[in-house]
């Protein structure tokens, strides 16, 4: 990993993130309301999509590392931890009956840190 400041490397992380999730959307929508596809099919292409872009900017742009096999693996394996913590948590507030506002909060926060944290210290690791 080349050496970039950690504040630097969090704020492209985050921008990343925010193009993630916009592309996510909007495949999500064309696939939906222009090619009919099922919600189901649109949300599995789009993931691909966007899971793919946010690998292949942060590899380059957040990490500065040059992308491979192992790094992309590792990148989903902890995109399926994400998953894992975004469930929990929305069980969470289901079970104990919190507000979508809080529950959105929360997982928006804690997945969004550790997957940086895990990206930073196994999947662009050396």
């Known amino acids: 990993m080349k050496t970039i400041k950690p504040g630097v490397q969090v ?15 909007l495949i999500v929508g064309l696939l939906t309301w222009f090619a009919e596809f099922n919600q189901m ?15 292949w900017m942060n590899t380059r742009w957040s990490f500065q590392i040059r992308p491979g096999a192992r790094n ?3 990148f989903q394996l902890v995109s399926l931890f994400g998953l894992i913590v975004n469930a929990t948590l929305g ?3 289901d079970h104990f009956g919190w507000h979508i506002a809080v529950t959105v909060f929360l ?3 804690t997945v969004s840190v550790i997957s940086f944290l895990l990206h930073r210290s196994y999947t662009f690791s050396k």
């Open 11 to 25: 704020t492209r992380y985050a921008l990343i993130g925010v193009c993630n999730t916009t592309i996510h959307l």
């Open 41 to 55: 099919y649109a949300n599995v292409i789009a993931y691909i999509v966007a899971s793919s872009f946010s690998f």
């Open 72 to 74: 992309y693996a590792r």
């Open 91 to 93: 069980h969470l507030g």
């Open 107 to 109: 997982i928006g926060l």
